[in-house]
Nanobody, 116 residues
Framework: QVLLVESGGGLVQTGGSLRLSCTAS????????VSWYRQAPGKTRELVAS???????TYVDSVKGRFTISRDNTNTTVYLQMNNLKPDDTAVYYC??????????WGQGTQVTVSS
């Protein structure tokens, strides 16, 4: 099983930027798609962005125009570039790789805190 590890979280002021990384122990092409989720305190986990093995990336409306999901040329890392951050973006961010309907892999999460 390919394992995923997130990094890049931290504390940033409103309007600032962060880049999250989701690094796989193998090729991310072992997944049909890789997604970033987030979970704020007291809220359910929310799908933020997805990048498929082929096809277009997708985003939740609240981050469109501010966040960009991409993968590196070695196909082992998926990034989430987050610009113009807002306090509502504060959450633990997780990456998830989906192999099929029954098999997926989650990272341990990385905290993003946006101060007002």
């Amino acid at each position: 099983q390919v394992l995923l590890v997130e990094s890049g979280g931290g504390l940033v002021q409103t309007g600032g930027s962060l880049r999250l990384s989701c690094t796989a122990s193998g090729s991310i092409f072992s997944f049909t798609h890789v997604s970033w989720y987030r979970q704020a305190p007291g809220k359910t986990r929310e799908l933020v962005a997805s990048i498929p093995r082929s096809g277009e990336t997708t985003y939740v409306d609240s981050v469109k125009g501010r966040f960009t999901i991409s993968r590196d040329n070695t196909n082992t890392t998926v990034y989430l570039q987050m610009n113009n951050l807002k306090p509502d973006d504060t959450a633990v961010y997780y990456c998830r790789g989906v192999v099929n309907a029954l098999t997926d892999s989650w990272g341990q999460g990385t905290q993003v805190t946006v101060s007002s």
